[in-house]
């Protein structure tokens, strides 16, 4: 099944709580878990990202928690900030004889009030 | 900004004319993507060119045409669009087989299809 679930589809938090987002799959030959950040009007800019392999990645205030066992795979937003309100995607990528390729979840709305 | 250039950055057509996208990537990368993305719906992979070869989503109209005429630069061809085809296209690229497998996304193209 070549996609992702994603939830919640919006979310508020305040000025320095954590907001997580969640995400899931099905498809065991998804090899690489990026998040995006996509502010209005912008195009999606890529945030961090992970392997299957490994189960937490940390960059900045932003850590990916991934659960193989499981299929899902969370962003943590530590310290959120305004500045951090945007709409943040998941994805997955699979490899096919093509090359890559790159399926998205439906992306959650995040607002971070002051 | 990212190194992926989207011109227009906004369109207005009626249904019946014929206009074009296009898309520059000045980071060297080997394959372009282009996405389809409206509103409240999870981002749309419709076209990848990957190492020269063509793929596309089996769910993507006739009326969308790409054309790759080299490794920089995309074009998506448009003619005879309807109303529901109003969206965000976005285009992106990456560098298959890179050891970080980032897409790099440009900011888009706002069509809207009177």
């Known amino acids: 099944q070549q996609q992702v679930k994603q939830s919640p589809q919006s979310l508020i938090v305040q000025k320095g709580g954590i907001p997580i987002i969640n995400c899931a799959y099905e498809?065991?030959?998804?090899?690489?878990f990026p998040w995006y950040q996509q502010f209005p009007g912008k195009g999606p800019a890529l945030l961090i990202a992970?392997?299957?392999?490994?189960s937490e990645k940390k960059e900045g205030r932003f850590t990916i928690s991934f659960n193989k066992s499981a299929k899902q795979f969370s962003l943590h937003i530590m310290d959120s900030q305004p500045g951090d309100s945007a709409t943040y995607f998941c994805?997955?990528?699979?490899?096919?004889?093509?090359?890559?390729?790159?399926?998205f979840g439906p992306g959650t709305r995040l607002s971070v009030l002051p | 900004e990212t190194g992926v250039t989207q011109t227009p950055r906004h369109l207005v057509m009626g249904m019946t004319n014929k206009k074009s996208l296009k898309c520059e990537q000045h980071?060297?990368?080997?394959?372009m993507y282009w996405y389809k993305q409206s509103a409240k719906k999870p981002l749309e992979l419709m076209f990848v060119?990957?190492?020269?070869?063509?793929?596309e989503n089996n769910s993507v109209p006739s009326r969308f045409s790409p054309e790759c005429p080299n490794s920089s630069h995309l074009f998506l061809h448009l003619h005879t669009l309807q109303p529901e085809d109003s969206a965000l296209y976005l285009c992106?690229?990456?560098?298959?087989?890179?050891?970080?497998?980032?897409?790099?996304f440009g900011a888009g193209t706002r069509l809207s299809v009177l």
């Open positions: 992970i392997r299957p392999d490994v």
């Open positions: 994805a997955a990528r699979w490899k096919d004889n093509y090359g890559q390729n790159f399926v």
């Open positions: 992106a690229s990456s560098q298959v087989g890179g050891a970080k497998n980032i897409q790099y």
């Open positions: 060119y990957s190492l020269e070869e063509r793929v």
């Open positions: 498809n065991t030959a998804f090899d690489y």
């Open positions: 980071l060297g990368h080997n394959a």
